[in-house]
């Protein structure tokens, strides 16, 4: 007899009828004689429904209210979830994060958690009913609702598995797993078994939205197997976890897109000591995040800097960095808005020479030209025009034979 934790999704819990489906498979559960804990998102799209609701009133509405807003959805979807069991005659409560003992930091719309207090969670598996927690939200030292931030519910399934000491924690959503890169851009994708947590922490912040990023950095603080699977049948999903025994040759694990970038070349920079210090401290207190950096070599004196940041921070960037161009003595600000991020990732980099000779030959053979690559122990990223994503994710990908369950270099 296992303690259990299962989180639904927004998707899984969409409707009434998706919601009864979902307290038959908790039930099923239960009937093996497991003690189940349950997360629940939002039905559907009820945030984003929310926060246009919101932004209707006033364009930017306040933040604490704004939490307090987005955190009903949970609740709606925990409460009904709860009913289901009901009619289904299986024993359940529902809970808020508060309720549940969620500790957050303060920070109203993308808050921490700090602890988890799930005394009366346990309580109430122990009672034998099946508790129904709302997931994203918590409440600070003050009583405040915060909310975690979007995709927010998978950190209260980890957090609640780690407080619980729970035998396992499975993740249930609209996809079958994690794959080695999106199916809608390379069909030939394969379901992987299993990542390693830095693997996936990589993946998530390149943008892979399978997971909560925090979720998973709670999963590698406190050793919690995550299993993300699909809510829709019961095939065995991919479990994210420490280690997934990379003798069996794996090298690479999955290839991560991201379209939402822009390009910014500070041109004739003058060679000394802080130029550097000032473009990119100017930059950090705009609050903009930099991506992939690269300075040329310095000629006659003087040499280029290339970064990209994301889209959405373009407008910002550039008027911080308009004014800097003349104070440091630099000739021109360039930007391209048409370029795309494709990065490998895998585990097995560190031990295994010729990756990046692997991906930059890939994208030779497929006659894409790469203008900035980044390294980190288990990643390497290369930015290229955005016109080509789709054929260097398909180059890259077939070059280390991803879709076989052995990915080695193709001899
Ligand atoms: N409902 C929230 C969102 O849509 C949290 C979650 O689904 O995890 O972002
Ligand atoms: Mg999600």
Known sequence: MAWIVQKYGGTSVGSAEKIINVARRIVRTVSKGHSVAVVVSAMGDTTDALTALAKQIMPQPDERELARLLATGEQVSSALLTMALHALGQAAVSFTGAEAGVLTDGVPLNARICDFKADAVRQALEAGKVAVVAGFQGVDRCGEINTLGRGGSDTTAVALAAALGADSCEIYTDVDGIYTIDPRLVPAARKLTAITYDEMLELASLGAKVLHPRAVECGKEHGVVIHVRSSFHDEEGTLVKEDVGLEKGTVINGIACDENQVKFAVLGVPDRPGVAAKIFSAVAQAGINVDLIVQSISRAGENDILFT??????????????????????????????????SVVGAGMIHHTGVAAGM????????????????????????????????????????????????????
């Open 360 to 411: 930059f030959q890939a994208l030779a053979d497929a006659g894409i030209n790469i203008e900035i690559i980044s390294t980190s122990e288990i990643k390497i990223s290369c930015l290229i025009a955005a016109e080509h994503l789709q054929e260097a994710a398909q180059a890259i990908h077939s070059y280390f034979n991803l879709q076989e369950s052995c990915a080695c270099p193709q001899e």
């Open 309 to 342: 940041v994301a889209e959405d921070d373009f407008e910002k960037a550039r008027s911080v960095l308009q004014p800097l161009i003349e104070e440091i003595g630099a000739s021109t600000l360039r930007y391209q808005h048409n370029v795309a991020k494709i």
